[in-house]
Every structure is written in C-alpha cells, then in structure tokens.
C-alpha cells in the first residue's frame, strides 16, 4: 500500500475517533476550562500555520513569489465578505496573472 | 434565504440545503487541490465519504503535498478534528441515538450540523427542532459535500500546470478562509500571527509538515494563559 492510502486510511481513523469520543466519553472528561481553551486555539494555530507554510514555503525553502499577491487579494475579498469559493478564485486569478505577465514566478 | 432560527421543519430544511450548497462551493477547490497535490480520486473520495470534515481533509492534503510525511499529515488532520469531540459532546444530549445511529451521527458531527442545532434551543420544544437541523444539515452537507469534491479532482485532471491557474495560492486562500472567521478577537489574531511566525522560523529546519504540527504547543500555551487570566479575574 502506498504512502498516500496510509495517511489517508489513518487520518479516517483518527478524525473519526474525535468525533464519536465527544458522542460516548462520559462528559467530565472533556468538560473541563484547559481542554476547551485548546481546542479553541487549536484549530486557529494550525489553520494560520498552514497558511504561513503554504503561502511563502517551497519544501524547506522559504521563498516570495506570486502566491504572496494571490493570498493578499484573498484576505481582501475575506474583509469584503465574500464567500468561499470567490475567496478562492480571486487567489487563483491574481497569481495566475501576475505570472502570466512573466514579472514573477 | 430563510430564517436559520425559525423552528418550522419546511425552514430548517431549506436552510439545511442552502448550507450545503454553500459547503459544495469549497468542495470543488478542495477536490482540485488534492488530485493536484497528488492523491487519487478514490484516495479523495475516500477522505470525503468517511473523514468528512474539511479543514481536516485540506490539512492533510496540504501536508501531503508539500512533501511532508504520513506521520505529520494524520497527526495534523486529527488534531483538527479534535474540535468535533466537543460538538459531540453537546449534540448527544439532544440527539439521545444508542447503536448503529450513535455511529452515523458521530460521522454528520461538523462545524455546520452542530451550529445549525444549537441555534435551536432544546427548553423550547424538548429538542425537536434541533434534532432535524442536526440531521437535515448533516445529510445536505454530506451528500453535497462529496458530489462537489467528486466534480473537483475529476475536473483537476483535465487542467494543465496547476501553477498557471493559480491552484498553488489557492491552497493558503483556502486555509485563510478557513480561519478567517475565527480571528474575533486579540487572542485569536495573536494565536494566529505566533503560529504563522513559528511555522516560517522552523520551515528551513524541519521536514515539512512537522512545522505546522509543532504550532500546536502555541495553542497548548495559548490555553492555559487564557484559563489563568479568568481565575485571576
């Protein structure tokens, strides 16, 4: 089996096992100010993580190219309210223009 | 659009199919982005038929693709998913399901069902209404979710270069969508900025995906400042 269906196989797996613990663990043990405080941040670190990461990372190399602009127009759209998907196609269509130029990578 | 908090089962329904049409909408990207990034349409299909929570499902395939190891990506997904044990823990008290349907609604327990219920108090009708937000947004989502991500990698494979459409900042766009509504305050955009600062710092260092993973010590830290701040007030 490849790489790719392990993670994918284990990632099922432990996602799954969140969500049916919340549904079947007796209530005192998640119900407590700490464990809820960090599932709070949880997802605002690794989500803003990602972010970072993917926007100026190339493997282990940080670099600028035209993803930067891409991610800046996307949290433009974001404080205009826009949804999903034109958040998305506004990040696609400024990179892919700004190489289209040939200016930048 | 209806009402999200009337309690009429034709407007609980209706707004139960428009938050599916709107998951559908970043279904499309996130199918696109994992064929991109390498997976298979059945290795896709796999993650929205029985993952089926997005972020975790984006994470994963973020990792993946940025040559991170199988190791970082699972660890990554699941401590995303985390949040759902605590819809969990509020849904079982208004959903009262044992057996075969405890295991289903633990599978429809997302970000979307579990705001969708709680926007219908129990005292009112003893959990009628938010019984049928859970499952009627639960059941839209997932059959929307997975026709939407099906369309997406199938489509992926008929474009060239990702990198000349754009599909390579689309990926963080995404991942700032995500996270976007949950910057409400001080707290979360300082969360953010030290995440974000630590990721990069370490990027050069480690393996990608470990980076990421690592910012989790930034909410560990984050969570207990904010539970001494309340007991000192």
């Known amino acids: 089996m490849t790489e790719i269906w392990w993670a994918v196989l284990l990632g099922i797996v432990g996602t799954y096992a969140a969500k049916l613990a919340g549904h079947s663990v007796p209530e005192r043990l998640l119900d407590r100010p700490l464990v809820h405080e960090i599932s709070d941040a949880l997802p605002v670190a690794l989500l803003s993580a990602l972010v970072a990461v993917q926007t100026f990372a190339v493997g282990q190399e940080l670099v600028l190219d035209a993803r930067v602009a891409g991610v800046a127009a996307a949290a433009v759209a974001l404080t205009l309210r826009a949804p999903f998907l034109v958040v998305v196609l506004v990040a696609a269509g400024t990179a892919a223009a700004l190489r289209a130029t040939g200016l930048v990578a | 659009?209806?009402?999200?908090?009337?309690?009429?089962?034709?407007?609980?329904?209706?707004?139960?199919?428009?938050?599916?049409?709107?998951?559908?909408?970043?279904?499309?990207?996130?199918?696109?982005?994992?064929?991109?990034?390498?997976?298979?349409?059945?290795?896709?299909?796999?993650?929205?038929?029985?993952?089926?929570?997005?972020?975790s499902q984006f994470a994963l395939v973020g990792v993946l693709a940025a040559?991170?190891?199988?190791?970082?990506?699972?660890?990554?997904?699941?401590?995303?998913?985390?949040?759902?044990?605590?819809?969990?823990?509020?849904?079982?008290?208004?959903?009262?399901?044992?057996?075969?349907?405890?295991?289903?609604?633990?599978?429809?327990?997302?970000?979307?069902?579990?705001?969708?219920?709680?926007?219908?108090?129990v005292a009112v009708d003893d959990g009628r209404a938010a019984r049928l937000a859970f499952w009627s947004t639960g059941i839209s989502v997932f059959v929307l979710w997975n026709l939407a991500t099906l369309a997406g990698a199938l489509g992926a494979g008929a474009l060239g270069d990702p990198r000349d459409f754009g599909l390579d900042a689309a990926i963080p766009a995404g991942f700032l969508a995500l996270v976007w509504p949950r910057l409400v305050d001080r707290r979360s955009w300082s969360i953010a900025l030290a995440a974000g600062a630590v990721a990069l710092a370490l990027t050069p260092f480690l393996r990608p995906g470990v980076p990421v993973l690592l910012t989790s010590i930034v909410a560990v830290v984050a969570g207990v400042q904010a539970v001494r701040d309340r007991t000192v007030r």
Do not use: C, K, W
């Open chain 2, 67 to 121: 040559g991170g190891g199988v190791a970082s990506a699972v660890a990554t997904s699941t401590l995303l998913g985390m949040r759902n044990a605590f819809y969990g823990l509020a849904m079982a008290p208004v959903l009262r399901v044992r057996g075969v349907r405890r295991l289903v609604a633990a599978q429809l327990t997302i970000d979307e069902s579990t705001a969708m219920a709680i926007a219908h108090p």
């Open chain 2, 1 to 55: 659009m209806s009402d999200a908090r009337s309690s009429e089962p034709r407007a609980i329904v209706s707004t139960a199919l428009g938050v599916g049409l709107a998951t559908a909408a970043y279904g499309v990207p996130f199918g696109a982005a994992a064929v991109t990034g390498g997976l298979s349409v059945a290795q896709t299909q796999a993650l929205s038929l029985l993952m089926f929570t997005g972020a």
